[in-house]
């Protein structure tokens, strides 16, 4: 599966982006997708993953409560509402696919990355 993250940008502090990343491939519905992202100087870390069907989302402690995730099969999407963005969520964020849910949380479980789309939050 090919994947391709769009939607990143500046935003001031309090703000909202909404990031994409369309899949090709008639398969995109028997995967997990994640969102990760990497700040300069630092590893790539988890923020959120939705299973297959949608119906069960999971987020890193720090965006709980202002992110969400979800899916749209019919569209191969799948979509990060950011909201009361802070300095600290700025990165790049990728999204990626995996077919084994086993450790969603760990960038070495997935096989499938988009290319990364910028988010600044600036103070």
């Known amino acids: 599966v090919q994947l391709q993250a769009s939607g990143g940008g500046l935003v001031q502090a309090g703000g909202s982006l909404r990031l994409s990343c369309a899949a090709s491939?008639?398969?995109?519905?028997?995967?997990?997708m994640g969102w990760f992202r990497q700040a300069p100087g630092k590893e790539r870390e988890f923020v959120a993953a939705?299973?297959?069907?949608?119906?069960?989302?999971y987020y890193a402690d720090s965006v709980k409560g202002r992110f969400a995730i979800s899916r749209d099969n019919a569209k191969n999407t799948v979509y990060l509402q950011m909201n009361n963005l802070k300095p600290e969520d700025t990165a790049v964020y990728y999204c990626?696919?995996?077919?084994?849910?086993?450790?969603?949380?760990?960038?070495?479980?997935?096989?499938?990355w988009g290319q990364g789309t910028q988010v600044t939050v600036s103070s």
């Open positions: 491939g008639r398969t995109f519905s028997s995967y997990y």
């Open positions: 939705i299973s297959w069907n949608g119906r069960s989302t």
């Open positions: 990626a696919a995996t077919a084994d849910y086993s450790d969603f949380r760990r960038p070495v479980s997935y096989g499938y």
